[in-house]
């Protein structure tokens, strides 16, 4: 095997996770070598070795006879079939976004409150789109797009009453 091989075997001397005489996979994924302690791994799984979610990302193996084939996030793969050569990432264009926890998909880029309130028979004029980030969900302005890429959380709750 040369060192371009997508998994190159090899025992580790530390007793990996599965035994002390379990196999590492080294798996190339976009251009970085990732250890893979199990031979028939998630492309979920996979993806999440170089910091990428299904929601975003699609995960496609490319084969010694130049042919690719995308990966499932729940299809396994066999780290031991020595056809395949390496894997990589590719932004989805369909991506999923997830309100009030259920997912959905819309089309990655900018897009309009109302056209994702739209995906849950919702509108700006009674509703308000909350985006979850790196805290409380907070309120997204009706008059600006949103920037979607995958992944994204949304809540909706209904708008507040106007002056009194």
């Known amino acids: 095997m040369d060192s371009s091989d997508f998994a190159e075997h090899a025992?580790?001397?530390?007793?990996?996770?599965?035994g002390p005489h379990s196999t590492i996979y080294h798996v190339?994924?976009?251009?970085?070598?990732?250890?893979?302690?199990?031979?028939?791994?998630?492309?979920e799984a996979l993806l999440a070795l170089v910091g990428k979610k299904p929601c975003a990302f699609e995960l496609i193996a490319e084969f010694r006879h130049h042919e690719n084939d995308v990966i499932e996030p729940r299809e396994t793969v066999a780290l031991g079939d020595h056809s395949v050569k390496r894997f990589i990432t590719a932004?989805?264009?369909?991506?999923?976004?997830?309100?009030?926890?259920?997912?959905?998909?819309?089309?990655?880029?900018?897009?309009?409150?109302?056209?994702?309130?739209?995906?849950?028979?919702?509108?700006?004029?009674?509703?308000?789109?909350?985006?979850?980030?790196?805290?409380?969900?907070?309120?997204?302005?009706?008059?600006?797009p949103v920037d979607i890429q995958g992944c994204e959380v949304f809540h909706v709750q209904v708008q507040s009453g106007g002056s009194s």
Do not use: M
């Not at 025992?11 to 599965?18: F, R, T």
């Not at 976004?97 to 259920?102: A, L, P, R, S, V």
């Not at 028979?121 to 907070?138: H, I, Q, R, S």
């Open 11 to 18: 025992i580790d001397a530390a007793q990996p996770p599965g």
């Open 28 to 43: 190339h994924i976009d251009g970085s070598e990732v250890a893979v302690h199990e031979q028939h791994p998630t492309g």
């Open 91 to 144: 932004r989805k264009e369909i991506v999923t976004i997830y309100i009030e926890g259920n997912p959905y998909s819309i089309e990655r880029g900018r897009r309009s409150v109302a056209e994702i309130l739209e995906k849950v028979g919702k509108t700006p004029d009674a509703y308000a789109l909350l985006e979850e980030k790196d805290g409380p969900p907070l309120p997204l302005p009706a008059n600006q």
